[in-house]
């Protein structure tokens, strides 16, 4: 299918000819120099010594930095009561890949080799580096929160079955393919302008304001694209801004610092990794009486999101189930290990995976199919709608989503054939699973949840669009194009979106929650409507006609059907009449509250609904599993453009899956990342794509509430609908014991991992026969 | 001081001669020296195919090749692409059809396309799969880039 010209990428064809730039490719700054950022080797320690002498004597090194030469605050945590995360490191080695010091030169390369000759003196001391050691250690980095309902040890002794368990998830790198750079230029009278790649940019602004001891007003930050962030460029751009801005000042010439691919990958945060113990309790209904889920994650050496991803995770715990009597814990561990952060989902694909874990766990005691087992859970209005922390969820939209995705993906008779298949198949065993996800829409940090955006009109009726949120192949500037092009009536031709600018948007929120759309696009169209209402109160001065007969469509003022001028002469009539051609519109989501210190309210203006079907199978002698066939039926509500909005699900869809099933991290004793590379970490090629995805968008489902043109963010939801690979997985692995053992399969759902969990379950099998 | 050395290739269909470090990437060349950024830094280690540009017609990673070997070659890079109408479909289908999100690797891409279908110009997707398999994209979940490839050689062979 062609696309309507309005709804392709607006930058697409800049990419396909090359032409689209990012930070790296903005040639045209004279006198650039080149940083290079020399990480700690060490996971914990003291650095005792550093002599940097060789290194500042090093051919075309300009100057050299440490923690010394930091002129405002050595902090890149941004937080409230600051501290924990130094940009360079001072004397106390609390993870591999700090910043020890940084070397800036008129060439990356001399750079690189001027960094060699450091003579680095450190004491090693005992590091933490697992979750099982952090909580054996009970090495906390935020005090644990809990949500209570009901009384789940009451109601899980009281039930016929208990089951319990624990299932470990692993970390996730973001593998963005542009990694993280800022150039940093100085400009008059201590003013300086960073180019960063970053979904934060007023947070990297009033990050460097810290570092360099100056205000805001002096820091202006612009990212007019980045090369993917999937969270990893929310907190994490301070780095390399930070060295650059600093350098910047100290030398007076423009510094860019680009970190390459491996350092990357060692100093950067990644999404967290978690043991997740559960307890519960059902009867033969498959109903879950009573439920007990302890989360313990990964931090890493400092705070970052942290709190906010297991907050998520915890008003994830339920995913769509209701929870009558549930206790549902998050513990946060300080590691030495780099600091986890956000990356899409934040925290609910690992809330989630718990609950699933306990669906499962039923299904197996009571041999069912487990989506009977989820379909009795399921919330339903109106007895069963509250969710634990106390928002009202109407499961309509998701009830009708499993059952026309379970009519159309045929899942119970493919799930007959699937077992039959593998009654006469010894090696290759199929399996099948359908999850579904419900994802709560807003940052839970309420104030958040706004956004701002900039329009001007110049005389030839041009337009120039600014607004809070980032591009970073989302689509976002796409769709904000087509909100201000509806409103205005004019060729998106004649409309130029601007670089995310702290100079035009101040105070912005991360891009980031799936709410970038929700929240800039309301701000667009506020500014662009006050504009539009502004030139036909010009034309009807002009025209001496009542506004009401008046309107503006293909890029004329019309009254009735007829065209009366275009919309290049009303603008400049408008500018005679000198009447203001911009304006600016700002939008707070209404309706949400929560109190993180209760656990309570209703923190989402809406949730995103959707569910997958997955198969897949697995080679039993050597672990390997293809995924043959997706089927999936998402929510966007009214969608903005659907091809965008299926390509977020298709690409969110082998993230997860990605994260699932293949990417691994591995750490040493020592706590040495291992797989720092790409030729040791692997991410989905197109190789590991199912054969088969079939991706529907719900029909006639305009979001319940008021949201831009009722549609619905589309960002991070799908990632988690990848759970339905795992749980085929386990379908697929269970069948060697007649499908009585719950094969317990961690995640990532490797090879050997899957192995481990084939021998698990034919151990079991034979014992219990 | 390290050894540099003169070399001359023709790119994007013009004669360059250029003295360089002989330690010097051909994806350095390009992006520091020649200012042709359309080409992008991934990895630098040959495992994402962001630098993808064709020698001799040829499909290889710009970051693992010396510029010294260009010497007596012929470079095409994705803005020569631009210059020869043979590859208004490609990139006309990538951006119709949504095979581009953050677009980071989608020069790199568009360059393995070129390559691809200059070796099969009917490619059926297991032929595109095998392709494209060094060209990483974190992105789009590569359906639509399969599609957009696809849909390509079809035409191509139509028209
Ligand atoms: S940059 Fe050359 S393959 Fe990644
Ligand atoms: S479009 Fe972002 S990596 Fe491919």
Not at chain 1, 81 to 90: A, N, Q, V
Not at chain 1, 134 to 153: E, F, L, Y
Not at chain 1, 544 to 551: I, N, Q, R
Request: glycine share 8%; hydrophobic share 40%; aromatic share 6%.
């Amino acid at each position: 299918m062609i696309m309507p010209d309005r709804n392709y990428h607006e930058s697409s064809r800049a990419h396909v000819t090359g032409a689209a730039l990012y930070a790296d490719d903005i040639s045209n700054i004279g006198n650039l120099l080149h940083g290079c950022v020399q990480a700690s080797t060490l996971a914990r320690g003291t650095l005792c010594a550093l002599n940097l002498e060789r290194v500042r004597q090093s051919p075309g090194v300009v100057a050299v930095l440490t923690a010394a030469d930091v002129p405002g605050v050595n902090d890149l945590s941004h937080l409230p009561d600051g501290g924990g995360e130094p940009l360079f490191i001072e004397k106390e080695i609390v993870s591999e890949g700090q910043a020890v010091f940084a070397v800036i030169a008129d060439s990356l390369d001399n750079a690189r080799q001027a960094a060699k000759l450091a003579v680095v003196e450190v004491e090693p001391s005992s590091a933490v580096i697992t979750i099982n050691q952090a909580i054996d250690a009970d090495s906390k980095i935020a005090p644990s929160r809990k949500i209570k309902v009901g009384d789940s040890t009451r109601a899980i002794d009281n039930s016929a079955f208990q089951i319990n368990g624990s299932l470990y998830t692993g970390g996730q790198e973001h593998f963005y393919l542009e990694g993280q750079i800022s150039i940093a230029i100085p400009k008059e009278s201590g003013a300086m302008t960073v180019i960063a790649s970053t979904q934060h940019p007023s947070e990297i602004q009033s990050t460097l304001a810290l570092l360099l001891g100056v205000s805001s007003n002096s820091v202006t930050v612009q990212t007019r694209r980045i090369g993917g962030g999937f969270g990893g460029k929310e907190s994490q751009g301070s780095l390399c801004a930070g060295v650059a801005a600093i350098a910047a000042q100290l030398t007076s010439q423009p510094v860019k610092v680009r970190l390459d691919r491996d350092q990357d990958m060692i100093m950067t945060g990644k999404r967290h990794d978690f043991r997740i113990d559960y307890k519960a309790g059902f009867d033969n209904d498959g109903l879950i009486r009573g439920v007990s889920l302890d989360y313990a994650s990964r931090c890493g050496h400092s705070l970052d999101q942290s709190k906010a991803v297991n907050d998520r995770a915890l008003l994830h715990a339920d995913n769509a189930y209701y929870l009558e009597n549930a206790t549902l814990t998050s513990h946060r561990y300080h590691t030495n290990t780099t600091s986890n952060t956000a990356f899409r989902g934040f925290g609910a694909p690992q809330g989630m995976l718990g609950i699933e874990r306990v669906i499962e766990e039923i299904a197996f005691t009571l041999q069912q199919d487990p989506l009977d087992i989820r379909l009795a859970n399921l919330y339903r209005t109106p007895n069963r709608s509250v969710t634990p922390y106390g928002q009202e969820f109407d499961s309509k939209v998701l009830v009708r989503i499993i059952g026309e995705l379970t009519e159309h993906s045929e899942y119970r008779s493919r799930r007959k054939k699937i077992r039959r298949f593998n009654q006469g198949s010894p090696v290759i065993k199929k399996g099948i699973a359908l999850t579904p996800v419900k994802f709560g829409i807003s940052f839970t940090a309420i104030h958040l949840n706004q956004a701002g955006a900039l329009l001007h009109i110049y005389r030839d009726g041009s337009v120039q669009l600014n607004h809070a949120g980032v591009e970073m192949g989302q689509g976002l500037h796409t769709k904000i194009l087509r909100i201000v092009q509806d409103i205005l009536t004019i060729e998106r031709s004649d409309i130029r979106i601007m670089a995310t600018n702290t100079e035009k948007i101040p105070n912005t929120s991360p891009t980031a929650a799936s709410a970038a759309t929700d929240l800039n696009g309301m701000a667009a169209a506020s500014a662009a409507t006050v504009l539009h209402d502004r030139l036909i109160k010009v034309a009807s001065h002009r025209l001496d006609l009542p506004e009401a007969e008046l309107s503006l469509s293909d890029g004329f003022l019309h009254t009735g059907d007829k065209p009366i001028m275009s919309f290049n002469e009303l603008v400049n009539e408008a500018y005679l009449q000198r009447v203001s051609l911009f304006a600016t519109g700002f939008y707070r989501t209404p309706d949400i509250n929560f109190d993180p210190d209760s656990f309570t309210g209703s923190p989402f203006y809406y949730y995103a609904n959707g569910a997958a079907v997955s198969e897949v199978e697995v080679d039993l002698l050597t672990g390997e599993h293809k995924v043959n066939r997706v089927d999936i039926l998402h929510e966007v509500g009214q969608s903005l453009n659907e091809e965008i909005d299926k390509g977020q699900i298709e690409g969110g869809f082998i993230q997860g899956m990605g994260w699932l099933t293949m990417e691994e991290l591995v750490w040493n004793d020592q706590g040495v990342l291992q797989t720092h590379s790409p030729s040791t970490y692997k991410i989905p090629t197109c190789r590991e794509r199912p054969s088969i995805v079939n991706i529907d968008l719900l029909r006639d489902a305009p979001n319940q509430v008021e949201s831009i043109y009722r549609s619905k963010a589309v960002g991070e939801p799908p990632l988690m609908l990848s759970i339905s690979v795992l749980h085929a997985l386990s379908d697929a692995i269970s069948s060697v014991a007649n499908y009585r053992i719950c094969p317990q399969l961690n995640v990532p759902a490797t090879p050997e991992h899957i192995l481990e969990s084939v021998q698990r379950v034919e151990k079991l099998g034979l014992a219990s026969v | 001081m390290s050894l540099t050395h003169e070399i001359k290739f023709t790119l994007n269909g013009s004669p360059v001669s250029l003295t360089i470090p002989l330690t010097m990437s051909v994806l350095t060349m390009l992006r520091d020296l020649l200012n042709l950024t359309g080409t992008k830094y991934g990895c630098g280690e040959g495992e994402c195919g962001a630098c993808t540009i064709l020698i001799d017609g040829v499909s290889v990673n710009a970051c693992l090749k010396f510029a010294v070997d260009c010497d007596g070659r012929t470079l095409t890079t994705v803005e020569g692409l631009v210059a020869d109408s043979r590859n208004d479909p490609l990139r006309t289908a990538f951006a119709e059809k949504g095979g581009v999100q953050c677009g980071f690797c989608t020069p790199g891409m568009v360059m393995q396309a070129r390559h691809i279908l200059d070796n099969y110009p009917r490619a059926n997707e297991s032929q595109i799969k095998r392709g494209i398999e060094g060209n990483l994209c974190r992105c789009t979940g590569y359906k639509k880039i399969i599609e957009t490839i696809a849909s390509v050689g079809e035409l191509d062979n139509k028209g």
